[in-house]
């Protein structure tokens, strides 16, 4: 893949795609009637919560191809898109509270989706913590990958909460029924935002897994001359 789309035209491609976003979001897009231009802040809430919740499920993936082949590939990428995906989930609690405080009147209130996002953050802190401080080569990646699989109920929680539920988070605005829909410019924009954050979360993916490799080949290769002397 590195031959034919080689990292350095992903990043560039990435920050352009993150150009465009950003023109559409402040210059494009309409003002929202209600809530007006802080309203704006939603493409970027919205874009990061998806592909957190994405990442979760590409954890899960490789978690149980780990568990299933005990596939080394499978769990670098699982341990790729944890870390991509704790960047991103951070970026949800972070723009979260800075939309709610304008348009709610409080920073956080413990409702079905807002707790389920943080014990979601809860669960991609474990999982990174897990593989940093249990040095046991094979134990760890089996640990993780359960903790992976387990993780995964949360992430279906979160995504479903405001469908099940009533919550002060606003109803979705994908498959969300009668009334949920938005302005054309604004569909365009928060799609365009969110593939800027796609291409940013792959490539950062694709630079962890590189990291794993390189890694594991040293390790490899250390075992290899101490077997030798």
């Not at 559409?24 to 919205?46: C, D, K, N, S």
């Not at 998806?50 to 978690?63: I, K």
């Not at 979260?96 to 956080?108: E, H, Q, T, V």
């Not at 479903?160 to 829909?181: D, F, N, Y």
């Amino acid at each position: 893949m590195e031959k034919i789309f080689p990292r350095q035209v992903h990043i560039v491609i990435a920050l352009v795609w993150f150009v465009v976003a950003l023109y559409m979001i402040f210059l494009y897009a309409p003002q929202e009637a209600t809530m007006g231009e802080v309203q704006r802040i939603f493409y970027i809430h919205f874009s990061l919560a998806c592909t957190a919740l994405l990442a979760y499920f590409f954890v899960f993936l490789g978690s149980m191809g780990y568990l299933w082949k005990r596939s080394h590939g499978a769990d670098d990428f699982a341990y790729a898109c944890a870390e991509a995906g704790f960047i991103y989930c951070s970026g949800v609690l972070l723009t979260g509270p800075l939309w709610a405080k304008p348009a709610w009147g409080i920073w956080w209130t413990w409702d079905a989706r807002l707790t389920s996002t943080f014990i979601l953050w809860l669960l991609y802190i474990g999982y990174l913590m897990l593989r940093s401080y249990v040095d046991n080569p094979g134990r760890v990646e089996v640990l993780s990958a359960v903790v992976g699989v387990l993780g995964f109920v949360d992430a279906v929680i979160d995504y479903m909460a405001i469908r099940w539920w009533r919550t002060q988070h606003p109803q979705p605005v994908l498959a969300g029924g009668p009334g949920s829909g938005l302005d054309p410019r604004m569909w365009l924009t928060v799609f365009v935002t969110w593939g800027a954050f796609l291409c940013l979360f792959f490539y950062l993916v694709r630079q962890r897994m590189a990291l794993g490799s390189a890694r594991r080949a040293l390790v490899e290769l250390r075992r290899a001359r101490a077997s030798s002397i």
